[in-house]
């Protein structure tokens, strides 16, 4: 096969999307709405470069040697909202011997994007908040889904690296920390939580897009706040 996708762009030698150096692919189309989102020129599904998943490998084995002890990443917008295509690079690059990961909020159902979470070797998890509720004020939806996948992951022994947005009056709450760190201590596959302070770089794309951006007045999370929440993840043995 050779399925048609929709590309937003791609890094070529980006360092923090997985272990190593890797071939950052970033796809067109988010279902979330996240108040944190720093590029919000991803939503809309169809507004990405047009490509085959065939010139996409074709392009990555041409990073082959930079990547070699690092691999590729297919991140979004939500890459699983193509899955299809997702799977095939993955494939695609299995068979050139390069190592694969996906870098995805968990909201697309497995029923759907099954075939691509199985293909990659380590999946990059966005966390939004451990209470179902809460996440679905800052994103739109809930977090049934990526707490599926993570179970998922652990019956398949699939890796995972959990990231979270600390985000002053939105994420910080360090009682809701304390049940999402003890939550994913239960997993042998999570591997590391990679905590991501919020930041405001993206600002800009919002008022380019005309859209209101809510967290206009928010500030950065202190040092005291970001040591505190890792203190809390590396008492769970998870950093």
């Not at 979330?32 to 998943?53: I, V």
């Not at 193509?82 to 190592?99: M, T």
Request: glycine share 8%.
């Amino acid at each position: 096969m050779n399925t048609k996708g929709y590309v937003h762009s791609v890094e070529t030698f980006g360092a923090l999307d997985g272990p190593g150096i890797r071939y950052v692919v970033f796809l067109q189309g988010c279902p979330l709405r996240c108040q944190y989102c720093h590029n919000p020129d991803t939503w809309e599904c169809k507004k990405g470069k047009e490509m085959y998943s065939k010139d996409v490998v074709s392009d990555i084995l041409k990073y082959k040697n930079y990547i070699k002890t690092g691999g590729v990443t297919v991140s979004g917008g939500e890459p699983l909202l193509q899955s299809d295509f997702v799977a095939e690079i993955l494939s695609l690059c299995h068979d050139n011997g390069i190592h694969t990961c996906i870098d995805t909020s968990g909201i697309i159902p497995l029923e759907v994007c099954k075939n691509a979470v199985s293909e990659a070797d380590l999946i990059l998890m966005d966390i939004k908040h451990i209470d179902s509720e809460k996440c679905k004020g800052i994103t739109g939806q809930g977090n049934e889904n990526a707490l599926a996948m993570i179970e998922y992951c652990q019956s398949h022994n699939k890796d995972i690296w959990i990231r979270y947005v600390l985000v002053p009056g939105l994420t910080d709450d360090e009682d809701a920390i304390e049940r999402m760190a003890d939550y994913l201590s239960q997993f042998s596959v999570v591997k590391r939580v990679e905590l991501l302070p919020f930041h405001k770089m993206g600002e800009f794309k919002w008022e380019q897009l005309r859209l209101e951006y809510m967290l206009k007045n928010t500030l950065e999370p202190t040092n005291d706040s970001i040591n505190r929440t890792m203190e809390i993840f590396a008492k769970h043995n998870l950093v």
